[in-house]
């Protein structure tokens, strides 16, 4: 979407992909898209990431081309190598270009002691850096404090509202919809969000719909579901689904639940937007700079399960779904791609 962005804004733009972007040890699978009706761009793939000679050729692709910025994303330490090497490779380019990494996560989720010099070697050599929230400007400046930060809210992903599709299992018609999704890891909170359930039951009558990759399977959340009693009350579909999919969940959703321990920002956040849902979610990292509390979703404090109830019995309580979606649509414009493309222009432009 950045590429296309770009290229309607006037820019050439080389989109370089990837060849294999995780081994399949690492996640035990292929994360090719399965959607029928991808998200593309034109696009070279070249880059293995686990192969340097792959990182070789790209490099000398990027040479050939002679670009005046290199824009990289930064979201894992698993980067490390592929991008020190490039990053290292393309301030060696005379003319040199402007190196720019866009951060989704600046350190992880589930930190290790490898984390900080693994970014200080892969981020080291940038021009400067694009993120989405003032948490990560803040981690950004205590590596690095006379780095150049730009903060820009992360565009929404609207284009996926083209290709809704039936979907694989039905939803109840006769209550609200919850739908929790993206890839279901720890610090995302789902089990906070099951044990808020029954306390959402004993005043509104709801069906929670989970919609991800389990990482490391279903068994503790369904051990969990069966001690609630809420079986009846639960779906879940464990699987990355297509585009055409999860656009089709998050209409049908009346609110998107994220009850994140920890977060950066979301892109189910912004997915929730361009689809115009609102969302509830918890007041960690960047998320409480995307949901404007009472406006576009709720806010509620993280781990908190009667805090988390208590927000869901008032969305629906009070009937804050359709205003929510009316302060949505206004404000779209400053989630839009065109800010992102500004911001880079900027960083080009200016030394």
Known sequence: MLAQQLRHAGDEVLFISFTRQYPLWLYGRDYKDPSQHPLTAETEYLLDSINPLSWWRTLRRIAAWQPEMVVLPWWVPFWAPVWGYLGWGVKRLRPAPRLVFIG?????????????????FALGRADGFVVHSAEQAAILHRLWPQARVVVTPLPTYAALADSA???????????????????????????????ALPLVLTQQKVHLAVVGDFWGGTADYEAQIDRLGIAAQVTLHNAYVPNEV???????????VLPYRSATQSAVVQTAFGLGTPVITTAVGGLAEAVQDGVTGLVVPAENVAGLAAAVNRYLAEGLEAPFRQHI???????????????LHELKNNE
Request: aromatic share 8%; proline share 12%.
């Open 246 to 256: 999860l656009a089709t969940y998050v209409q049908r959703a009346n609110v998107v």
């Open 165 to 195: 599709a039936p979907l694989p299992m039905p939803l109840p018609e006769d209550c609200p919809i919850l739908l929790f999704c993206g890839m279901v890891r720890p610090y995302k909170g789902l089990d906070v969000l099951l044990e």
């Open 104 to 120: 989704h996560n600046i350190l992880p989720h589930e930190p290790s002691w490898l984390d900080v010099p693994a970014v200080r």
């Open 329 to 343: 649509r206004a404000h779209q414009a400053q989630f839009s791609w065109a800010n992102l493309v500004a911001v």
